[in-house]
C-alpha cells in the first residue's frame, strides 16, 4: 500500500475546533508528527495505536529543522504509513504548510490538505472580537511580525493604516514596540483600540485591551503570555460587550479526565461545554479475558434459564459481556432473566442494546447494590455477576445474605493501567499544568498514579464519584472532592463548586 500524508489543521488550542475531517483522518492515522501549538485536547485524541512524533520546540531546545521535518514524512510516508501532519490553526496561514508540501510533491508522495480554523480568527472570536462589522470595516488583513534573517520587518505600514480594515498580527509580541510604532508613525489615531490577546480558546486566554498610544507601555507592565495575537482596529472596542467564552462556569479551568478511552467522550464534552479546557488522559482500559471458556459456559447456561439475575458492575462489563453473547446467540438469550445495574453509566450502556435495568440501587456502590439487591432476591435464585477480574468484594458478600443464593462471580475483563504518548502526567502535576483531576472509579486513580510515578500528589485536585474513589484518591494525598450522588451531572456540579473555591 503507498503510504499518504495529510497535512492538518489543529485549530487554535479548544478541540471543538478541529474540524470533523481533521478528526476523521486523526482517528485512522499511523503516525501523527505533531508540533508546540496543538492544543492537547486534540492530542488526547491521538489513537493509542498511532505513532506520535513531536518535532517542536522543547524548553530552551529548538524545534526540529524543517528540512528534518520534511524527512520524517518523507520516511514514513515511504514506509506505506497513513501520516497525519498537524499543525496548530491552519497549516497555511502562516504555517510552513507549503514548505511542508515541497519535498513530497518532488517524491511524488500523495498529500492532502484538512484546512484548519486559524487562530487570526477564532482567538478574536473567543474574545468577543469580530474581525469584521460593517459599522467599522472593511477588510482585514493578517500580518507576521516575525523578523527576516537581516532582522527587518517586512511590513509596510504606511499601506496598513490606508486600509482602515482590522489588522491581526501573529508571532508579533517580540515585536510589540515596533510594530505599535510602525502604525503611530504612518499615521493611525493614537485612540484606536488594539488588544493582545494570549493563549485563545484555552483555559489560559487572557486579553489586554489598551488604545493603540498605550498599548506598549501597558504591555510593558504586565508580563505577556504566548501564544498571543496583537489586534488593532475599531472592532476591539467591542470585546467588553461581546465578551463570552469567561463567563462560563468552567472557564479558566483545566481539567484531566481519567475515564477509559471508550467512555471519556460524554463527560470530556459535558465539561467543555461549562467551558473547561479538557485534557483527555485515560489513565486505564479494559481487555476481555483471554481464557473466556467459563464467560462462554455461562452465557449457554444464561440461554437454558440458568439464571435468573444478570448483574452489570460497569460500562464495560455491559460492553464486554453482549459481544460475547452476540459471539453465540443474540438478545433473544436474555429473554427470562431479570437485570440489576451498578449505577446510571451501566444503564445508558443497556440501553443501547435495547435493555432495561429492573433494579438500580439507591446509592451506586457495589456494597449498596449487594445490600439492597438481597433484599428482593426471591430464596434460592441464581446470580450471575460478569464483572472486573478484581472486582469490589462487598457486593458478592451482602448478596450472599439472602437465603439459598447461587452466586457465579465471573471474571469477563482485565482493568489495565494506560498513560498517554503524548502528555507527561508527572510533568503536568508539577508544573501545575492541570487545575484539577477527575476520577469516576479507584482504578482511574491507580492508573493516573501509576502513570505518574513518583510525584507529590498533594498539588492534584481530585474531583471523584464514589466513596472508594475518595478513599483511593485520599489515601495517595490528594485533595479530594466527592459528588453527591454518582452521575456525571453531580460530578459536573461538584466541579463547579471545587473551581469557585479557588
Ligand atoms: N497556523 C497558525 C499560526 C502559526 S504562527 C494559525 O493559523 O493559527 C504562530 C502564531 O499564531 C503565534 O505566534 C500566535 O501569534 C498565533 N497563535 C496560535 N495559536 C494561538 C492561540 N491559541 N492564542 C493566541 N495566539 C495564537
Redo the contacts with the bound molecule.
Keep these: 500500500m503507498q503510504g499518504k500524508v495529510w497535512l492538518v489543521?489543529a485549530?487554535?488550542?479548544d478541540a471543538g475546533l478541529l474540524t470533523l475531517k481533521g478528526k476523521e483522518v486523526l482517528e485512522k492515522a499511523d503516525v501523527v508528527v505533531y508540533d508546540a501549538?496543538v492544543?492537547q485536547g486534540v492530542l488526547g485524541l491521538i489513537p493509542d495505536s498511532a505513532k506520535a512524533v513531536y518535532v517542536g520546540k522543547r524548553s530552551g531546545n529548538h524545534a526540529l529543522p524543517q528540512m528534518e521535518i520534511n524527512r520524517v514524512l518523507l520516511d514514513e510516508a515511504g514506509k506505506g504509513r497513513r501520516v497525519v501532519r498537524l499543525?496548530?490553526?491552519?497549516?497555511?496561514?502562516?504555517?510552513?504548510?507549503g514548505e511542508e508540501l515541497e519535498l513530497l510533491a518532488e517524491q511524488d508522495i500523495p498529500f492532502e490538505i484538512v484546512p484548519?480554523?486559524?487562530?487570526?480568527f477564532?482567538?478574536p472570536a473567543y474574545n468577543g472580537i469580530p474581525v469584521t462589522h460593517r459599522d467599522f470595516c472593511s477588510s482585514v488583513h493578517i500580518i507576521?511580525?516575525?523578523r527576516r534573517s537581516d532582522h527587518t520587518y517586512d511590513i509596510d505600514f504606511d499601506a496598513l493604516v490606508r486600509t482602515k480594515g482590522t489588522l491581526v498580527?501573529?508571532?508579533?509580541?517580540a515585536a510589540l514596540p515596533d510594530i505599535c510604532r510602525g502604525l503611530l508613525k504612518a499615521g493611525m489615531d493614537k485612540e484606536m483600540p488594539a488588544a493582545v490577546?494570549?493563549?485563545?480558546?484555552?483555559a489560559a486566554?487572557r486579553r489586554i485591551l489598551a488604545p493603540l498610544g498605550t498599548l506598549e507601555e501597558v504591555c510593558g507592565r504586565e508580563e505577556i503570555a504566548?501564544?498571543?495575537?496583537?489586534v488593532v482596529g475599531r472592532v476591539c472596542g467591542l470585546s467588553e460587550r461581546f465578551r463570552w467564552y469567561e463567563k462560563k462556569p468552567l472557564f479558566g479551568v483545566k481539567v484531566a479526565v481519567t475515564r477509559p478511552k471508550e467512555l471519556i467522550s460524554e463527560l470530556a464534552d459535558m465539561l467543555r461545554q461549562k467551558g473547561a479546557e479538557v485534557l483527555e488522559l485515560p489513565a486505564i482500559r479494559t481487555e476481555p479475558v483471554t481464557d473466556s471458556e467459563e464467560l462462554d459456559e455461562s452465557i449457554g447456561r444464561l440461554g437454558d434459564g440458568g439464571y435468573d439475575w444478570l448483574v452489570f458492575t460497569s460500562p464495560s462489563g455491559v460492553r464486554i459481556f453482549m459481544e460475547r453473547l452476540f459471539l453465540r446467540g443474540d438478545i433473544r438469550m436474555l429473554g427470562g432473566v431479570r437485570i440489576a445495574a451498578l449505577g446510571q453509566g451501566t444503564k445508558k450502556v443497556l440501553a443501547r442494546y435495547g435493555l432495561k435495568a429492573d433494579f438500580i440501587p439507591s446509592v451506586y456502590d457495589g456494597e449498596t447494590l449487594g445490600r439492597e439487591l438481597a433484599r428482593i432476591l426471591e430464596s434460592g435464585s441464581r446470580v450471575l455477576i460478569p464483572r472486573a477480574a478484581v472486582g469490589n468484594r462487598e457486593l458478592v458478600e451482602e448478596l450472599e445474605r439472602a437465603e439459598g443464593v447461587q452466586i457465579t462471580d465471573l471474571a469477563a475483563y482485565h482493568t489495565l493501567y494506560t498513560a498517554s504518548q503524548t502528555v507527561d502526567t508527572k510533568e503536568i502535576i508539577e508544573k501545575d499544568e492541570i487545575d484539577f483531576a477527575v476520577f469516576t472509579s479507584a482504578s482511574t486513580v491507580k492508573g493516573f498514579a501509576e502513570s505518574a510515578g513518583d510525584t507529590d500528589f498533594s498539588r492534584v485536585k481530585a474531583v471523584c464519584i464514589g466513596k472508594q474513589t475518595q478513599a483511593a484518591a485520599e489515601r495517595i494525598g490528594m485533595r479530594t472532592w466527592t459528588a453527591e450522588k454518582a452521575t456525571l451531572e453531580s460530578l459536573t456540579e461538584r466541579l463547579i463548586e471545587a473551581a469557585a473555591e479557588g
Design positions: 489543521g485549530g487554535p488550542g501549538l492544543g499543525k496548530g490553526g491552519d497549516p497555511f496561514v502562516f504555517g510552513r504548510g484548519g480554523v486559524t487562530s487570526a477564532a482567538v507576521t511580525g516575525h498580527f501573529l508571532m508579533g509580541i490577546l494570549e493563549k485563545g480558546t484555552t486566554q504566548t501564544p498571543a495575537i496583537i
